[in-house]
């Protein structure tokens, strides 16, 4: 039997292979897979990868060195739910290294120009609080940040 399972294709800029490499380092249950490369019927020069097949916590990824035509942007991310704040500094400062970029509301640009969420769970449960008030200051705390601080937007709901 076949697995069904969608498969995220990334296209890169003949970086594939090291963006591959950085993810598979930056999350703990991941593994490379195989690694395609050109023959001398091309397009691209022999020997060079065209695909690498990477997992991330189970789910699938190829990154494809398709050229400079395409560029990652905010219309996609990926988001990793975090249960501590630990976890949280963790993603953001391995993700925003190395030319990775800052945004808000726990938003952020990879050195790859992938777009990642890094998002505590608790985030979840002080947004949707029965209590209207506490979620309306959790939000109002949280569109103030960029990186996500679980203890001040714990503060902010208690008001």
Known sequence: MTDKA????LWFDGNGEEA??????VFKDSKMGRTARYTEAGPGPAGAVITVEFELHGQKFVAINGGPEFKFD????????CE????????WGTLTAD???ESQCGWLKDK???SWQVVPTRLTELLSDADSAKAARATKAMLSMKKL???ALEK???G
């Not at 969608?6 to 294709?9: K, L, P, R, V």
């Not at 591959?20 to 380092?25: G, H």
């Not at 501590?84 to 993603?91: H, I, K, P, S």
């Open 74 to 81: 905010e219309a996609i991310s990926f988001q990793i739910p």
């Open 84 to 91: 501590n704040q630990e976890e949280v500094d963790y993603y």
């Open 6 to 9: 969608f498969i995220t294709s």
């Open 99 to 101: 030319g990775g970029q």
């Open 20 to 25: 591959a490499r950085f993810y598979t380092s």
């Open 156 to 158: 902010a709901s208690e």
């Open 149 to 151: 601080d679980i203890a």
């Open 112 to 114: 790859f120009g992938l």
